[in-house]
Every structure is written in structure tokens, then in C-alpha cells.
């Protein structure tokens, strides 16, 4: 049986126990698996675990093996004195914990060392709780008496096993939660716009909370436009919606000339695209006293995507940057100084 054996450790506790901690604790049994279930404070987390046993200095474990970013989100995120942490820790129990529990009191004691726990789960928590001023209780679950192969284990099983809230649904929750930036509310309402206007070049094409196979999802479509947020300073959605649908309607036209039409979901395509928009914008605007309008749009996008070939929307092989360059070229390869002077 995987978790804590019965005989071995539900005794008394040691009445000298040295430098230890106690806490209440539950046993919990799930099929073949036990653990102990408690909460500890997050700074003896800190202190405690480590998330490489071969590390003699823990904190140089959590260095090595994560991310210091994501970690340092996290401490700012429990300083704030909003942040919340409901899901519990997993460790494994290692042999300097001395780990010991008593039944009849329902106490679990372990020795303060920082070697005392393997981190199963929850590494960038713990390292955040190195790096956060303050504390706050945390739920924990401890599994004892693993070896290296059950702990390995039990680490792909909780990897492998749990599905991770896709980011198309996390960006739906976060303007429930009334936590977006500005930026992320332009995004998400110009998005909106595209998928409920009838007249909008991707009518049909999106998928508002989910990844699908064949369709522009929120993700992709907030990845193309962050590179270009900064043209969109003090605009409303709408002014953008507009600007960007009109440039995108004649982009859809230009694929349909080359019979490509339906690769306008493809996610390096479509990048691609909304990267070169600031240039095709200011030449139209140019030309068009500061106004962009679809003739103006299709005077110059038209004539690039009939130079394009069919093989190349999108080019095999090519990132978003590199087909975004591509373009740039072949529009600044059939610039006439005439054509742009009396058009």
C-alpha cells in the first residue's frame, strides 16, 4: 500500500522530539493510497521542502529546476493580502522528517529541516513563499514511506492526469472577475465585435472559449494583436474594429484570389497579417487624407497578394515574423513612386 504504514507510525510521539513541528492531521485513504491531510504555515513550507533531493542547499533546488518569473508573480500575488492559494501541496515525506503521527490525538509531527519534504507538486508556490513577506496557511497533503520510483510516479500521475482550464476560458473568467487591464478589455471587446457583427471578415471564424480545430481562438487572436496594441492608444473598440475589419476584409479578398481563402485561420497567416497592418495603414492613410478606406486597402494589398503564391498563404516552414518580412518585400517590390503619386 502506497502512504503512511499504520503500525510503524501511528504511535505515541517521542517526548524529546528535538527542533519538530506539530499539527493536526487527517488520514485519508483513496484505493490503494493514504496520505496525511493538514495545513501548515507557508513559511515552515519554506523552510522545509525542497524540490531536489540531490541539492544540499534546497534553495538552490528551487533555482535551478524553476521558474524565478513565475515564482516572484506568485509572492506579489500573496503580499497583495488578496492572494488565495486553495489547492494543497504535495510532498513526499524524506527520512530526516522523522515523521510521526498519533492517533488518538490526531496529531502529525515532523522534525524542521530543510530536506524534510520532496516537493511533488507545488514547487512554484513554495519558492513564491520564499520570496513573500507574508504568511498564510496552506493545505497540504504528505505521503510517507514512498520510494523514488512511487514518488516519481505519483509526480507524472498528477502531470499527466489533471487538465490545465484552457487559456481561451481564463480570459473569459478574468472580465468576469473585473480583473483585466485596459489593454486586455480593448482586446477582448474588439474580439466580440468580430464574432457578433454580421459584417465582419471573420464572421464564422472564431471561437470565443475554446481552442477548435479550423477556427481563430481568443488566444490567437490577442497574441496577433499585443504586437500592435500601441497604434491603438486612446481608441475605442469600435474605431478599431472598424480600421481592422475593413483591412481584413480586403485580406480575405486577396486570399481568395490566390483559392486560399480558408487559410485566413491559420495562426502564423493571420499574425502574420495583423503584423504588417501598421504599414499598409499608413501608407492608405497617406493617400487617403488620413482616412482608411477600402479602395485605399485594396489599391495596395490586391496587387501583393497577386505577386504571392498560393504555396506561400501561408509559406511551409515559415513563423509569423518570417512571413510577415516576406510581405513587407514583395508589397515594397512592386511600389511604383507614379502609382503612389496619383492614386
Known sequence: MVGPDAEGEEEALPENAGKSITEAAHIVTQGRHRFYSLTLSSDVLAACCTADTRAENPLDGFQRLLDRRRAKE??????????????????????????????ESGLLRFRRDPGAFLIIDGQHRIFGFHMAKRKIKVPVVVYNKLTRAQECQLFMDINTKQRPVPQELLLDIRRLSESETAAEALLHDVFDLFAKNEDSALNGLLSPAERRKGMISRVTFNAA?????????????????????????????????QGAQENMVNPALFKALLLLFPDIAERVAERGGGELRVEAFQQILLPMFRRLKKSELPKPGAGHLAMREHFRKTLTAGFSLKDWLFN
Open 225 to 257: 494583436l499585443k504586437p500592435i496594441e500601441s497604434i491603438f492608444n486612446d481608441a475605442s473598440a469600435e474605431d478599431v474594429y472598424g480600421a481592422l475589419n475593413r483591412y481584413l476584409s480586403v485580406c480575405a479578398e486577396g486570399l481568395r484570389l
Open 74 to 103: 506568485i509572492a506579489k500575488y500573496i503580499d497583495s493580502g488578496f492572494g488565495t492559494t486553495p489547492c494543497a501541496v504535495i510532498l513526499s515525506a524524506q527520512p530526516q522528517a522523522q515523521l510521526r503521527y498519533d492517533r
